[in-house]
């Protein structure tokens, strides 16, 4: 198996999870020093722990839940030791509010830790119409 294909395994590996609303193998797809930025959340979380307490404080405040993530037009390249995951998504989440559906584009950025890829930032932004 290619190395491409080794990130877009791991890559779908967390969509899937993400899709699941499995927040335990979601998160378990990014090392601790994790960083995330989403246009939603103000400021960069800086780790995984602090994308968790994100999570936690959405599910307590909105009642947030994941119930679907489709995944489309993916492209990977490796640089060495870099993976670069680039997709367009098309997420259901529900809240206190009800359903919603967003349309965004996304890029994970995977490093290779022995015979492993995992995610090392993750960038989440609308996408245009």
């Known amino acids: ?31 601790p020093e994790a960083s995330f930025i989403f246009h939603a959340t103000s400021r960069v979380l800086d780790s995984r722990a602090a994308y968790e307490a994100e999570w936690e404080s959405w599910i307590r405040d909105f009642g947030f839940k994941v119930v679907s993530c ?18 367009q998504t098309r997420t259901r989440i529900v809240t206190k509010d009800g359903a919603q559906e967003y349309d965004e584009r996304e890029t994970i950025i995977f490093h290779k830790t022995g015979e492993k890829w995992l995610a090392v930032h993750e960038h989440l932004s609308p996408l245009p119409d």
């Open 1 to 31: 198996m290619s190395e491409e294909q080794d990130v877009e395994d791991a890559a779908v590996a967390l969509i899937d999870a993400f899709a699941r609303n499995d927040r335990a193998a979601y998160f378990a797809a990014f090392t």
């Open 70 to 87: 489709e995944s489309r037009n993916r492209v990977v390249k490796i640089y060495g030791e870099a993976g670069v995951f680039t997709h």
